[in-house]
């Protein structure tokens, strides 16, 4: 069964660059028959997508964070990561990872447990 | 951007009922590009239905998607103690999807 965590500080300052890592298991991160996501939740703005990553190192960026945003893979570990840099208080949010089944910005299947980052200084 | 709105925000039901939830689309969404997700505190969300009608791998038939163009519903049948959550519906045929913002189903 595929499951994914995400790991990273939970407290960034303001100005700061966030950094996320999601690791999968059960399953190849090299499957091409999927994409992997960055998706954030919010109370001020609720669930949005942030951007997605094929194996190949393809990505694809909400046009609204594509300033700010940096994917990543790492076929090796079998992991992906979330950079997003220039951080607010605007960007505190519950932040998940999920499996993307059929376009880089479809339906989402399975999601991490999501964690919380909170900007701050 | 398509906008997704879905209301009323909450809507109150015993178990047992039938639960009948609408998600707006500001402009047509072809139906392959719809989802619906349910979301119970302090836990992702977790996918019912994609392509407005198909469910998810392990999700119980009483949860059925229909609709087209702008018009999108999800349905409970005989509501159990386990759906009341909160429940999102989800567009991507934009190039940034978008989520609806939520409606919560609660126990009257």
């Known amino acids: 069964q595929l499951q994914l965590q995400e790991s990273g500080p939970g407290l960034v300052k303001p100005s700061e660059s966030l950094s996320l890592t999601c690791t999968i298991s059960g399953g190849s991160i090299s499957s091409s028959s999927y994409y992997w996501a960055w998706i954030r939740q919010s109370p001020g703005k609720g669930l949005e997508w942030i951007g997605s990553v094929y194996y190949s190192g393809s990505t694809y960026y909400n046009p609204s964070l594509k300033s700010r945003v940096t994917i990543s893979v790492d076929t090796p570990t079998n992991q992906f990561s979330l950079r997003l840099s220039s951080v607010t208080a605007a960007d505190t949010a519950v932040y998940y990872c999920?499996?993307?089944?059929?376009?880089?910005?479809?339906?989402?299947?399975?999601w991490g447990q999501g964690t919380l980052v909170t900007v701050s200084s | 951007e398509i906008v997704l709105t879905q209301s009323p925000g909450t809507l109150s039901f015993s178990p047992g009922e039938t639960a009948t939830l609408s998600c707006r689309a500001s402009?047509?969404?072809?139906?392959?590009?719809l989802a619906w997700y349910q979301q119970k505190p302090g836990q992702a969300p977790r996918l019912l239905i994609y392509?407005?009608?198909t469910r998810a791998t392990g999700i119980p038939d009483r949860f059925s998607g229909s609709g087209s163009g702008t018009d999108f519903t999800l349905t409970i049948s005989r509501l159990e103690p386990e759906d009341f959550a909160i429940y999102y519906c989800q567009q991507y045929v934009s190039s940034a999807g978008a989520f609806g913002q939520g409606t919560r189903v609660e126990v009257k």
């Open positions: 392509g407005a009608f």
């Open positions: 402009q047509n969404v072809s139906s392959t590009y």
């Open positions: 999920a499996r993307a089944p059929w376009m880089h910005v479809g339906w989402f299947d399975p």
